[in-house]
């Protein structure tokens, strides 16, 4: 497969198909909203903020006119929230062709979510595993169907502590981001696993933007309310970063690039794997263990109170 300078232009055409894109207000969820609606799609923005998500449609609008936007409002912290949205969608919706798993919060201060997750872990694997359960029989009916759920390079630094998921033993900021970027890993896989298994047409891949200037990097500034900390973030994502759009080509590779068998993981191939146009990458090796992909998917279960649409046959 070709990705040499793979840009927007080489997605298919999307008329007619039906996506989901957590956090598509802003940053590269809202990019990749933009080039999927540019390209015909249905587009949910589902975001937390459904003032913000109406100011990501009109400015869609402005660009493509005749863009079938919808704005559905879901906060992943809250997993009435998620419950919620599911049923709603599932009542008006009859497809569901892609589904990017794409919220998430960055480098925060310890908090919790609604239902008591550490609230990096709960927000960017436990919302996203409800979500994506919750959906999974529309998606396992509508043909060819894509989940994309998206990591970070700091996979590479995180694991999955069992003894502590919730950090009330000990908090480590970036340890909890690692650990929630990694657990994407882990559960992308091993969805993709589950459903070749179970003889789903969908496929789930995993991807990563590289470092793209976001607002993500100024959540935890923001909340330390350290203006130090977020001088610096500007400075880093004005002389290092790549733009959102750049950043937003691997979610649209990983969703829509033919050819793609499930199981891959996509980001930038230029400078330090962090800039440059998209393609297949490697995500390490822990992220392969299936073990530890299957211990997370039963505590995650558990935690959630989520049992996928999977027969037990199709899985043991």
């Given at each position: 497969m070709t990705t040499t300078e793979w840009t927007i232009e080489n997605i298919p055409?999307?008329?007619?198909?039906?996506?989901?894109?957590?956090?598509?207000n802003s940053g590269i969820g809202y990019e990749?909203?933009?080039?999927?609606?540019?390209?015909?799609?249905?587009?949910?923005?589902?975001?937390?903020?459904?003032?913000?998500g109406e100011q990501a449609c009109a400015q869609i609008h402005r660009v493509y006119p005749q863009a079938h936007i919808e704005v559905m409002p879901l906060?992943?912290?809250d997993l009435a929230s998620v419950h919620h949205f599911a049923e709603t969608f599932s009542r008006q919706h009859k497809t569901l062709a892609l589904l990017v798993n794409n919220a998430g919060v960055m480098g925060i201060p310890y908090r919790k979510t609604a239902?008591?997750?550490?609230?990096?872990?709960?927000?960017?694997?436990?919302?996203?595993?409800?979500?994506?359960?919750l959906l999974l029989p529309i998606l396992a009916a509508t043909p060819q169907a894509r989940i994309v759920t998206v990591s970070s390079m700091m996979h590479r630094?995180?694991?999955?502590?069992?003894d502590n998921l919730n950090g009330e033993k000990k908090y480590a900021t970036w340890a909890a981001?690692?650990?929630?970027?990694?657990?994407?890993l882990f559960f992308a896989y091993e969805l993709n696993r589950r459903l070749a298994k179970a003889g789903i047409d969908?496929?789930?891949v995993g991807c990563h933007p590289g470092y793209a200037a976001t607002n993500l990097q100024f959540g935890a500034s923001r909340m330390n309310r350290s203006r130090a900390q977020e001088i610096l973030n500007r400075l880093q994502n004005t002389f290092f970063a790549q733009s959102a759009a750049m950043g937003a080509l691997p979610i649209l590779f990983a969703a829509t690039a033919p050819g793609l068998q499930g199981g891959e993981y996509v980001g930038p191939m230029g400078w330090g794997k962090m800039r440059g146009y998209p393609g297949i990458g490697e995500s390490n090796a822990l992220s392969h263990d299936t073990r530890i992909a299957q211990k997370l998917w039963v505590v995650s279960e558990e935690l959630t109170g989520i049992q996928y649409a999977l027969s037990e046959s199709s899985v043991d």
């Open positions: 055409n999307q008329n007619d198909r039906c996506i989901i894109i957590t956090g598509a990749a909203a933009l080039a999927l609606a540019g390209k015909g799609a249905n587009v949910i923005l589902a975001v937390r903020d459904a003032q913000k906060d992943l912290a239902d008591g997750f550490e609230m990096q872990l709960g927000t960017n694997h436990l919302g996203h595993f409800v979500l994506t359960g630094f995180g694991k999955i502590n069992f981001y690692s650990q929630s970027k990694l657990a994407n969908a496929i789930s």
